[in-house]
């Protein structure tokens, strides 16, 4: 179906390789959510080289779901791709890849023009903001289905990881569902609420993840981050603890092995490192949680002499 959309929209001229993501696209979205995906593909606009202003600094892509148009400045984000020594497969990719974010933010958007309101992903105008979450999970789909070999161009790496960590916690149905379903973040808060019954919990946990995203700029010390994991791991613990198959609970273990933000990692995922405080606490508590877990796993093997 997108195939036919795209050859029947007049304002679309894109790659082959474009085309084959939102082919991809179109499959990962729920198949009874994909109304607003079709509608939007139908007319969506495409504005190239225009310098776009994000709360005043210069930004790679937008869209703007009230005229249905996406924006890139391929220019900015090749010549700041040069910056960093890529080459031009490279380029090519990661370009493709802040083009996909737009046109994933677009699946998910619907405006009602008569009452001015709009939803797209965990967003809804007029009720509380989850721009972190719905960057997020934006920057999450389009990393996954184009695979660039560099990520270092997103605004958004550290909103990545920790959405990643949410997607693996609640699994991707409810992940998906909650991000398409145009019901803000209702279906994250049952996930997390099925893991730990505490709703005071999950939306603290929630209005940490938009607090970090908000001052993610700020140059001054911050514990968000800190905040956010320590949450993250009583509820992967949580989850642990539903598993009895030990594949399940390697799996899992490994995966969040890999998404744990630490002081030894974090000087490659955002240039100012120094101002998240108390990463420590939380490589601690994971290794006091996996430790507990390795134990029960060699309890059950016993040598033979």
Do not use: W
């Not at 994933?104 to 009452?115: Q, V």
């Not at 990643?164 to 699994?171: A, C, R, V």
């Not at 030990?246 to 030894?264: A, W």
């Amino acid at each position: 179906m997108v195939d036919e959309i795209i050859k029947n929209n007049n304002n679309l001229q894109l790659s082959s390789a474009m085309i084959s993501y939102l082919r991809t696209l179109e499959q990962i979205i729920p198949i009874d959510l994909r109304d607003n995906f079709y509608r939007n593909l139908q007319d969506v606009k495409v504005v190239f080289d225009k310098e776009i202003l994000d709360n005043k600094n210069r930004s790679g892509g937008k869209y703007d779901c009230k005229t249905n148009t996406i924006y890139l400045d391929r220019k900015f984000i090749i010549d700041d791709l040069k910056k960093a020594g890529l080459e031009e497969a490279d380029i090519s990719k990661t370009v493709d890849q802040v083009f996909l974010h737009e046109f994933i933010h677009m699946s998910s958007a619907y405006y009602d023009k008569e009452n001015d309101t709009f939803i797209q992903g965990f967003e809804k105008k007029g009720e509380e903001t989850n721009g972190g979450l719905d960057e997020g999970t934006t920057e999450l789909l389009s990393l996954s289905i184009v695979q660039p070999r560099y990520n270092v161009f997103s605004s958004y790496t550290l909103q990545y990881i920790i959405c990643s960590q949410l997607f693996h916690l609640i699994g991707q149905e409810n992940y998906l569902r909650g991000y398409y379903s145009g019901t803000q973040t209702k279906l994250i808060d049952d996930g997390l609420n099925h893991l730990i019954n505490n709703v005071d919990f999950s939306h603290d946990y929630l209005r940490e993840i938009e607090s970090l995203h908000i001052l993610i700029n700020s140059p001054y010390e911050s514990d968000s981050l800190y905040l956010i994991q320590d949450k993250m791991l009583d509820y992967l613990k949580a989850k642990l603890a539903t598993l009895a198959n030990q594949d399940e609970i390697d799996l899992l273990i490994n995966q969040f092995k890999s998404l744990l933000i630490t002081n030894d990692n974090i000087s490659r995922l955002c240039y100012n490192k120094d101002k998240y405080i108390k990463l420590e606490k939380n490589e601690k508590k994971f290794n006091k949680i996996i430790n507990n877990y390795q134990k029960k796993a060699n309890s059950f093997y016993r040598p033979r002499h």
